[in-house]
């Protein structure tokens, strides 16, 4: 297997430093980002790296979705089942809803629809080749993914899943006679399936594996943007109970990768390459591999580790794939002497540098605040501590801020490029188990939710399909 993440391309991080930093990674190009300096530095690329050109359809989902917003919050604040009781969406079964609530639902997604019919098509696919990239992403109708954003999915409108099987079908068979249009073009052309859960995943597996295509892309975004909480799930057509309620975030990102690829088994085959759009989480990366194992390329790609950085979020993978806020690294390097940010990475070993802790000043504050949780305010602008840990600082603007951005940004990318290349390591499948499982472990180790370590280790064991135990030489 052959896996790569690719970097979006922002002012940011089309420089040459960045860039070389990183080992030269592949580009994804947003339409709506890119700048004649962006067009220059992609034409300047080597025909080796890897440039995947987005579409443009993820800014129409929100303005779509961002124009209905406002009734969507009223028609799912207003949900009831038959016996008058309030239900929300994500509780929420069709056949026990209110007459006036499934016809609400109905009405809002019709009005999705008519309006997602209307929309652009975004970026055309001449000016996508115009930028002479390695893959595009192609063919793709957005209204599950409106309806996601909006806070609800196709299994609450009458024959649903029906309907979203048609729309992938249609889909798939566009992309495939388009493909048959530009034979020899060298240009893998990404058909983007629709899904909510393992059932819609399995059946546009089937449909895209039906008609043919070869390259496929998904949108997991919403998916891991999804705070909600869940204590069950639905596959293969039943409703399956959870010890607790877990994050909905990851048992979903886990059933749609694992259901398209059963489906797409199910005909035959699996997909040459594919396509993870949106989906840059540390810990789920080689938990979708594990589903992904028979198609030899994946890439991935996400704006989290730009936003993260500047948010104020750091990605570390020793000793787990986590996320951990800079006041959380700060605590923990005032209160406990044995610890110390050694991350290696070149865009850390740069700027602190130029830039370095002073520990002592960082712990005489702590000596002063003994008591006091790290708030925003002690690490913005010019206070102490912020001037004693540049790196987990908050500049308030100018060229502090910049050089703080790029560090993190750089740093996170670095660490989703390592973990991505241990995955694509592994030989086998049993190989790559082995490797996902333990990081697994390591991860229900280290998080301080349970139901976070629960959540992950239901999401690997349903991506496999069963109780993994190791094969031979394991």
């Not at 639902?105 to 990239?133: I, K, N, Y």
């Not at 950085?309 to 750091?314: D, F, K, N, S």
């Amino acid at each position: 297997m052959r896996a790569e993440f690719l970097v979006n391309l922002r002012a940011a991080t089309h420089d040459r430093t960045f860039e070389r930093s990183l080992g030269w990674p592949g580009y994804l190009v947003a339409p709506d980002y890119l700048t004649r300096a962006g067009a220059t530095f992609v034409a300047a690329l080597p025909a080796t790296r890897e440039v995947m050109v987005d579409n443009g359809r993820f800014d129409e989902v929100g303005r779509i979705s961002g124009q209905f917003a406002g009734q969507a919050q009223a028609v799912l604040g207003g949900l009831t089942d038959r016996t008058g009781r309030p239900v929300t969406a994500v509780d929420a079964v069709l056949s026990r809803l209110s007459s006036s609530s499934a016809d609400a639902l109905a009405e809002l997604a019709s009005q999705v629809a008519d309006a997602v019919a209307g929309s652009g098509g975004g970026m055309t696919r001449e000016a996508q080749l115009e930028l002479e990239p390695t893959a595009v992403i192609g063919h793709e109708d957005i209204l599950a993914a409106c309806l996601l954003r909006l806070g609800f999915h196709v299994d609450l409108l009458a024959r649903g899943r029906e309907r979203l099987r048609a729309r992938n079908r249609a889909v798939a068979r566009a992309a495939v006679r388009e493909a048959r249009s530009l034979p020899g073009s060298g240009v893998r052309i990404h058909a983007v399936a629709s899904a909510h859960d393992y059932d819609t995943a399995f059946d546009a597996g089937r449909e895209f594996a039906a008609a043919g295509v070869e390259h496929a892309a998904l949108g997991f975004g919403a998916y891991m943007a999804d705070d909600s909480y869940v204590g069950s799930y639905k596959a293969r057509g039943r409703r399956v109970a959870l010890e607790r309620r877990v994050p909905a975030r990851y048992l979903r990102t886990a059933l749609v990768a694992k259901g398209l690829w059963d489906g797409w088994a199910q005909v035959g085959g699996a997909p040459r390459s594919f396509h993870f759009l949106g989906l840059g989480a540390p810990i789920m990366v080689g938990i979708v591999a594990v589903a992904a194992v028979e198609t030899p390329l994946l890439t991935f790609d996400a704006t989290s580790p730009i936003r993260d950085a500047v948010e104020g979020t750091l990605y570390v993978d020793d000793p787990a794939p986590l996320k951990v806020r800079t006041r959380r690294v700060a605590q923990l390097m005032m209160d406990d002497p044995r610890y110390r940010w050694r991350c290696q990475c070149p865009f850390c070993r740069r700027f602190l540098a130029q830039a370095p802790f002073d520990l002592d000043a960082a712990r005489a504050w702590r000596a002063d605040h003994p008591q006091r949780a790290i708030a925003a305010g002690d690490l913005s602008g010019v206070a102490p501590l912020a001037s004693a840990l540049p790196l987990l600082a908050e500049p308030r603007g100018g060229p502090a801020r910049k050089a703080v951005d790029v560090a993190r940004m750089g740093h996170n990318h670095w660490v989703l490029r390592r973990i991505v290349s241990q995955v694509a390591r592994q030989g086998s499948r049993d190989a790559l188990l082995g490797h996902v499982d333990g990081v697994v472990a390591a991860y229900e180790a280290s998080t301080s939710g349970a139901q976070f370590a629960s959540a992950v280790r239901n999401a690997l064991t349903l991506t496999v399909g069963s109780p993994w135990r190791p094969g031979p030489g394991v």
